[in-house]
T-cell receptor, first 115, second 115 residues
Framework: GAVVSQHPSWVICKSGTSVKIECRSLDFQATTMFWYRQFPKQSLMLMATSNEGSKATYEQGVEKDKFLINHASLTLSTLTVTSAHPEDSSFYIC???????????FGPGTRLTVT | AQTVTQSQPEMSVQEAETVTLSCTYDTSESDYYLFWYKQPPSRQMILVIRQEAYKQQNATENRFSVNFQKAAKSFSLKISDSQLGDAAMYFCAYRSAITGNQFYFGTGTSLTVIP
């Protein structure tokens, strides 16, 4: 099946700094990728939908200036958490839409800890 | 927006026994997809089973089967011959076949398998 990777798997950063998380579709082209946030023992919360070559669509309540999403190619989307604060500490998961409308392939997630 | 409800935050089952996880959803659409995803401690989301709303026949994947009741908007997952490796969070999800890209996730059910 299709594989989606995320890098890094775990990152620790200091408050006020920025951190970038990469999401790659390894063996297929993904025109659409999704970014989710998951708090412990909670469900996935969709943050934004990114389409290759265009601006991301953010869900209500998600600060677009804080969570910068770039989908510059058909295999790579990045999420940059700017001026990170401890409350941004969470598990971030990306997924990529497959060729068929019901296909969604998830990355393994990135654990962000802001100290 | 569509809502997906999982009313059982936690469930437990004896190894080799059968367990059923509940899911209900709310939609005005007639064409959609329903999914069960498994999230083990590794946090990697794994697709367990998919059901197309236009199909009356319940989907089955080895030990996993669903009871899809379209009129009642119910979509339960039955795990037969439970194994220790089935222990995980299970998320029910909905995706429209017509509008948008978004997957709507339920709040999850934590399944414990007792040896």
């Amino acid at each position: 099946g299709a594989v989606v990777s995320q890098h890094p798997s775990w990152v620790i950063c200091k408050s006020g700094t920025s951190v970038k998380i990469e999401c790659r579709s390894l063996d297929f082209q993904a025109t659409t990728m999704f970014w989710y946030r998951q708090f412990p023992k909670q469900s996935l919360m969709l943050m934004a939908t990114s389409n290759e070559g265009s601006k991301a669509t953010y869900e209500q309540g998600v600060e677009k200036d804080k969570f910068l999403i770039n989908h510059a190619s058909l295999t790579l989307s990045t999420l940059t958490v700017t001026s990170a604060h401890p409350e941004d500490s969470s598990f971030y998961i990306c997924s990529a839409r497959g060729l068929l409308v019901y296909e969604q392939y998830f990355g393994p997630g990135t654990r962000l800890t802001v100290t | 927006a569509q809502t997906v409800t999982q009313s059982q935050p936690e469930m437990s089952v004896q190894e080799a026994e059968t367990v059923t996880l509940s899911c209900t959803y709310d939609t005005s659409e007639s064409d959609y997809y329903l999914f069960w995803y498994k999230q083990p401690p590794s946090r990697q989301m794994i697709l367990v089973i998919r059901q197309e709303a236009y199909k009356q026949q319940n989907a089955t994947e080895n030990r996993f089967s669903v009871n899809f009741q379209k009129a009642a908007k119910s979509f339960s997952l039955k795990i037969s011959d439970s194994q220790l490796g089935d222990a995980a969070m299970y998320f029910c999800a909905y995706r429209s076949a017509i509008t948008g890209n978004q997957f709507y996730f339920g709040t999850g059910t934590s399944l414990t398998v007792i040896p």
